[in-house]
């Protein structure tokens, strides 16, 4: 009497083997004393799942990063004799003493 396939871990492992040995899974079966009927019920099922075997046995490892924070834009608007600057929380220091002294000069 030959052997049944136990789980979908013994089936999957007869299945690569029967691969490795590049036979037909029937083949394989006889000549290892596997039922040949369960690890083809086996192979037709797993088939239809849709998952691979790689996909199964083989986990992929996904790098996770943590996004920046949201953060709201702040807006400043500086108003000198008239005139109006609008500046956002990343401005640069030296532009705006340039824009300031370029503004009194007119």
């Given at each position: 009497?030959?052997?049944?396939?136990?789980?979908?871990?013994?089936?999957?492992?007869?299945?690569?083997?029967?691969?490795?040995?590049?036979?037909?899974v029937r083949e394989w079966?006889?000549?290892?004393?596997?039922?040949?009927?369960?690890?083809?019920?086996?192979?037709?099922?797993?088939?239809?799942?849709?998952a691979s075997e790689e996909a199964v046995s083989?986990?992929?490892?996904?790098?996770?990063?943590?996004?920046?924070?949201?953060?709201?834009?702040?807006?400043?608007?500086?108003?000198?004799?008239?005139?109006?600057?609008?500046?956002?929380?990343?401005?640069?220091?030296?532009?705006?003493?340039?824009?300031?002294?370029?503004?009194?000069?007119?």
């Amino acid at each position: 009497m030959r052997r049944k396939i136990k789980d979908e871990r013994d089936a999957r492992a007869c299945l690569k083997a029967a691969r490795s040995a590049r036979v037909s899974v029937r083949e394989w079966a006889r000549e290892n004393g596997i039922d040949g009927r369960s690890l083809n019920a086996w192979r037709i099922n797993l088939s239809r799942s849709g998952a691979s075997e790689e996909a199964v046995s083989k986990p992929r490892l996904v790098e996770l990063v943590p996004a920046a924070p949201a953060r709201a834009e702040a807006r400043y608007v500086v108003r000198i004799a008239g005139v109006e600057v609008e500046l956002a929380d990343d401005f640069c220091e030296e532009t705006l003493v340039r824009l300031v002294r370029a503004l009194r000069a007119c």
